[in-house]
């Protein structure tokens, strides 16, 4: 009933709804909090720990809809956005307030269960998440200030995650600042890619970002360079640790640069996520046992069929390269 009474009031589908809400984002960038599992040699895993994965999903869900709340006046102006925004219907208005508030009232239940410090680091994270989108701070109207938003709001969640397990200690393994940086600027060339693409709807909407301030020419260049220190950094980075079967990947994924069009460049970099995985699973082989090895080498096959998928589903070859 509860399904088919959501239909009705947003007048398109339940699915449709959640992807307007960015539910897939919001469980991506909630993924991060696992790196602090796989940084433990994945041990410690407890009911405690999937409460935290809870309000992180939560929190990360409070910042969507809370962009969108303070963003409805400026996407009203142009069709798609109006379309995907929640508030910019008065048939859904009431509907995006009770996810806007249950977001933020989870996201906090479920951190004070986990243990008072949790719960103060789920708080600053809701703070960073309203001084992103609403007024005065609007942190992504700011120039630069956008950029440096995502350091900090994917920066907090894997530092969360790394809490959990090892407290307030400084890390000393290279592995983990490594893997830190490339993720960090993985989520940066993301966001640039974003706003890259969205300039012209930008425009309409008075977005005031780093991208429309620079112009398309320099944030192209930012991101060029961001992409080639990206893929350069990790290919040295596994070179040290000796995962040659990452770099291989790593390889794979710069190939298609020189052969696709550049329409299409931004699906390349989405390969990223499938050999960071491979490479953890690298990284951590030697903890395994023989049943977990055996699996390993499984979700690789995986992450390779992932990757087949991805290529026919954005036809990346199809077309001349410009």
Not at 17 to 34: E, M, P, Q
Not at 100 to 124: D, E, M, N, R
Not at 268 to 276: E, L, P
């Amino acid at each position: 009933m509860f399904k088919k009474h959501l239909s009705q009031s947003y007048g398109q589908s339940t699915i449709q709804l959640l992807k307007d809400l960015r539910l897939n984002f919001a469980v991506v960038s909630s993924s991060l909090i696992l790196l602090g599992f796989f940084w433990n040699k994945l041990e410690g895993f407890d009911w405690q720990y999937v409460a935290l994965i809870v309000s992180i999903f939560c929190a990360n869900l409070f910042g969507y809809v809370i962009n969108d709340f303070y963003d409805a006046t400026y996407d009203y102006q142009e069709y798609n956005k109006k379309l995907r925004n929640i508030f910019c219907s008065s048939n859904t208005k009431r509907l995006g307030k009770a996810i806007l508030y249950a977001s933020l009232s989870l996201s906090l239940l479920f951190g004070s269960i986990v243990s008072p410090q949790i719960f103060i680091i789920v708080v600053l994270f809701n703070i960073l998440a309203f001084c992103y989108s609403a007024p005065p701070f609007k942190l992504r109207n700011r120039l630069y200030w956008d950029w440096i938003f995502i350091f900090l709001w994917k920066g907090l969640i894997i530092f969360t995650g790394y809490f959990y397990f090892s407290g307030p200690i400084l890390p000393s393994d290279f592995f983990i600042w490594g893997t830190l940086m490339m993720v960090l600027l993985l989520s940066l060339i993301s966001q640039i890619d974003n706003q890259l693409r969205d300039f012209k709807t930008d425009k309409i909407t008075n977005a005031d970002n780093t991208v429309q301030g620079l112009g398309t020419h320099n944030a192209s260049s930012i991101n060029w360079f961001l992409i080639g220190l990206f893929y350069t950094f990790s290919f040295v980075f596994c070179f040290l640790l000796g995962h040659y079967i990452t770099m291989i990947l790593i390889l794979l994924n710069v190939f298609p640069y020189f052969f696709v069009n550049s329409s299409k460049y931004s699906k390349i970099i989405q390969f990223t996520n499938i050999w960071i995985v491979v490479l953890f699973l690298e990284h951590f082989m030697g903890y395994f046992s023989y049943q977990q090895q055996l699996l390993a080498y499984f979700w690789i096959v995986v992450m390779g069929g992932i990757a087949f998928r991805h290529v026919k589903r954005t036809n990346l070859f199809n077309g001349k390269r410009s």
